[in-house]
């Protein structure tokens, strides 16, 4: 498959160097209400920019995010989901996005700074080595990134780590009803799509609990071979891409909640 991180990154540093441009439109108009949307007004309440339209569902609705708490994003693109965060957790917290694109840092880094956002910062790194102190962060927040990290149990690992006894882990992603087809399996192109890198439902949540967590709650679980698929609907994005047509019921957007033991 090659080097499928030096793809993602070229990709969506292209995303991002085309100030946020994606066959999936905004975030606002990407998602249906199924998939757990942001709102219009969640969707105004974030710097221009922000919204990129990259995620599967919104897994900061589901946070029940406090004032004071420190809150970590796993791949956190144009800043998006922090920014929404931020907002929650008011000037006495504190929000950290991680990505391992460096066009995203800088992205993220001058929407932070157009929209005033002084306890917002965004570190360069990779979600199998977070650049973040181990047990300093109240909450984890992740949207449609961990089925790009090739080792996803050293990303729960990790995510496990930084957390604070009794932290709480949120996470919207794309998993597996089923094997996938090899022509999928082995398309760099479906890899970076949120396809190919994705695992089936029963081992995403094995990787969770193996790490350590409890309390593991799915919040929402549907079909998300629609959203994929117009992702990729010429007439509908307003361009193409090499995502191969997906069959029903292969795919799904997952949002769980997850929580490390006191």
Do not use: W
């Amino acid at each position: 498959m090659g080097d499928i991180k030096k793809s993602i990154r070229e990709n969506y540093g292209r995303i991002a160097r085309q100030s946020g441009a994606s066959c999936c439109g905004s975030a606002e108009t990407a998602l249906g209400p199924d998939v757990g949307a942001y709102t219009a007004a969640e969707a105004r309440a974030v710097p221009a920019g922000a919204n990129m339209g990259l995620g599967c569902g919104n897994p900061v609705a589901i946070a029940d995010l406090r004032p004071g708490e420190t809150v970590l994003d796993l791949g956190s693109g144009g800043g998006f989901d922090c920014f929404l965060a931020a907002n929650a957790v008011g000037p006495e917290g504190h929000v950290i996005g991680v990505d391992m694109t460096e066009d995203m840092i800088a992205v993220a880094t001058r929407n932070a700074e157009r929209g005033g956002y002084a306890n917002v910062e965004f570190r360069l790194g990779e979600i199998e080595s977070l650049p973040v102190e181990s047990e300093t962060v109240d909450v984890i927040i992740s949207n449609c990134v961990i089925n790009l990290v090739p080792d996803k149990m050293r990303a729960f690992s990790e995510a496990f780590r930084v957390l604070r006894p009794g932290g709480r882990l949120h996470v919207s992603d794309i998993v597996l009803g089923n094997d996938l087809p090899a022509a999928i399996a082995e398309s760099i192109e479906a890899y970076v799509g949120c396809v190919a890198g994705a695992v089936r439902r029963s081992d995403y949540l094995a990787a969770i609990r193996d790490n350590g967590f409890t309390d593991i709650v799915i919040e929402r679980d549907i079909d998300a071979v629609s959203l994929l698929n117009g992702c990729c609907d010429a007439e509908a994005g307003g361009c193409s891409c090499a995502l191969p047509e997906l069959p029903d019921g292969l795919v799904a957007s997952v949002t769980l909640s997850a929580r490390k033991p006191i």
